[in-house]
């Protein structure tokens, strides 16, 4: 943290009119610093944009089979597969639009990853509305080219009969019921179903929810997941679609499909 509380990757910007933002986008943020993502994901959510956040090239790997992403946000040093390789692997089945993010100010390092296929690049540390403006300028590039995406943008989700309508966020029951969600239910919700058979922390939920992160102390994810499990799997225990990992977080269970 610097003196003006913010982190030293992301600088301070005082200014309160943000770039416009795109909306219905899905943006895959990959990073390791857990303290970025949360910032960086915090602040293109209130501008408008779905993000989901991962930490490695596996669970990039894992993100984009599973779940529709418009750009990706791809920090340059990544534990293991770096970001130059993991941009390379990811060009070579599709042209999903990429934003490079390097604490490297030398030329080499900018040159090669927009060689190998990035669409543009930031260097930390950065303003988010310095990033939010190249994101929305990548995205105003690539248009209507649906080849770009890797997959259309999701409107349903299917498990086990139940059926999740993102546009007018209601959730159906396999007897055709709708089934009432809270706001913060529907959003730990569309977090599982996003990234089933899964493990997420507890603070990778609080975040989806969009509540305060969560200290050794806080339950308070606990229970909303404890009535969303109610609502999903009434008095079945045997058959509960979320599972619960000690010391971990908790599990999606269900087989999801997706139009």
Known sequence: MNANGDTDIVKSDPGNRLPEAPTEHHVL???????????????????????TTVRSA??????????PIDLIILDLMLPGTSGLDLCREIRRTSMVPIIMLTAKADEADRIVGLEIGADDY?????????????LNAVLRR????????????????????????????ELTNPEGILVDLSTGEYDLLLAFVEQPQKVLSREHLLDAARNRIATGFDRSIDVQISRLRRKIAPGDDDHAMIKTVRGAGYMFLPTVTWS
């Open 29 to 51: 943020l990959v990073d390791d610093d857990a303290e970025l993502r949360q910032l960086v994901a915090k602040f293109l959510r209130a501008n408008g944009l779905r993000v």
């Open 122 to 134: 930031v260097t930390k540390p950065f303003s988010p509305r310095e990033l939010l403006a190249r």
């Open 142 to 169: 690539i248009g209507g080219d649906t080849g770009a995406r890797t997959r259309t943008a999701v409107r349903e989700y299917k498990f086990q009969g139940w059926l999740l309508d993102t546009l007018k966020r």
């Open 58 to 67: 596996p669970e990039t790997r894992h993100a984009l089979s599973s779940i």
